[in-house]
């Protein structure tokens, strides 16, 4: 099956949840965040029902953890926060998740060539018409790769080629599997110091556990950035 879509949108982001790497870096130090946290929380309803409602007492624990490297060869954004709850009367089943995103990025070639790994984990409710309780919560995994190899044109024109792959894993609900290849290829046109334009056309095919769901998708996207900061 192939859907063919063009859009018309803001500020461009590249495949996968990857920007287009900055060709121009910032010189900038590590942070490291580590964040503990503790609770109670008392509900009269716990289960969130219409009738019959009955009470308990909510335990939460968490940890946050915040690591950031703007700067160099490799350059990491890492974000988590990892939360047990545990339930004193049992109405509704215990609980540990994680929800965060993490990406590695490696600048092989400067101004040339730089790879991507990166990973996300998030809670989401499976039927947003039920209520939010443990037992209608899925777990989702997601781990990709990508790379982005620029090629410059003139002093205000370049092309950047971005392959990409991903790998989606879902548990705990009626969600499927999945893989996603893709490609893009991207025309940058700097219309200012502190602005580009960008025309890109891309390419992706997804994968799940039943053939009948697999699909590919063509796109054009067209996006204009402006760097407000520097202006």
Not at 30 to 40: I, Q, Y
Not at 85 to 109: C, I
């Amino acid at each position: 099956m192939n859907n063919i879509t063009a859009t018309i949108a803001g500020p461009l982001c590249g495949l996968l949840l990857l920007p287009v790497t900055a060709l121009a870096q910032q010189q900038s130090e590590p942070e490291l965040d580590v964040v503990v946290g503790a609770g109670l929380e008392a509900h009269d309803n716990a289960l969130l029902a219409n009738e019959e409602e009955k009470s308990d007492v909510e335990r939460i624990g968490s940890i946050g953890l915040d690591y950031t490297r703007p700067s160099g060869r490799v350059q990491m954004d890492v974000s988590y926060v990892a939360e047990r709850r545990d339930y004193l009367h049992d109405r509704q089943d215990d609980e540990t998740a994680l929800n965060g995103a993490s990406a590695v990025t490696w600048l092989a070639v400067p101004r040339l060539l730089d790879f991507t790994v990166f990973h996300q984990a998030s809670q989401q409710r499976v039927d947003r018409r039920e209520a939010d309780v443990t037992s209608n919560r899925e777990t989702r995994s997601v781990v990709g790769a990508g790379a982005n190899l620029y090629g410059r044109l003139t002093s205000v024109d370049s092309l950047v080629f971005s392959p990409g792959y991903t790998d989606v894993n879902v548990e705990g609900g009626t969600g499927l599997d999945s893989q996603r290849a893709s490609g893009a290829l991207s025309y940058v046109h700097r219309t200012s110091q502190v602005s580009d334009l960008t025309l890109t056309v891309s390419r992706s095919a997804v994968n799940t556990e039943i053939e009948a769901n697999d699909y590919d998708i063509d796109a054009a996207t067209l996006g204009y950035t402006a760097r407000l900061s520097r202006l």
